[in-house]
């Protein structure tokens, strides 16, 4: 019995130490970015929110995915852009990865597994508005946290000047 205990205690070591190295993190995907003035569709699982999921009405995760766009601050898409890069670097769990002025893009991980979602935000000209995804790179289900993610980062957004 107790060598059972000191194997089960060694394997919970060993798996403690490959999520903290990463073995949760999942890989990023190719096919990020703003494609004919589109995000990446939502996934086909409910892992992920989009401000365009409207865009795909048979897409079996669209009611799912809707969320709104985050709107301008300070009267221009560039602005709004930086100010929402200021809001995203102060937040401990997201790091941005790429900055253009018009596209944004960053991983969040999770504390303790070491999840990575996969954050976009692009500013759209002919809505004007920024529309955003945020997805799971791994996992089927999410339980609402890349919703919860966005609307902390709303209201951080929101809440500067």
Known sequence: MKSVLYILAGILIVATIA??????HGNRPAD???SKGRLKPPSATPN???SQAGLY?????????????????????????????TVLAA???????????????????TRWLKFTDDLEFW??????AIELRSASRL??????????????IRAAYLAQP
Request: no cysteine; charged share 15%.
């Open 123 to 128: 500013f759209d000209p002919a809505r004007g």
């Open 57 to 85: 009405p048979e897409h079996p995760q669209r009611a799912y995915a809707q969320i709104q766009p985050l709107p301008l601050k300070g009267g221009s898409g560039a602005a709004s852009m930086t100010t929402l890069a």
């Open 19 to 24: 999520i903290q190295l990463g073995a949760l």
């Open 91 to 109: 937040m401990p769990s997201i790091t941005v990865v790429e900055q253009r002025p018009d596209y944004l893009y960053a991983q969040a991980t």
């Open 32 to 34: 990020l970015g703003v």
């Open 139 to 152: 996992g089927g289900k999410d339980f609402g946290v890349n919703r919860q993610r966005i609307e902390a």
């Open 48 to 50: 992920s929110v989009s």
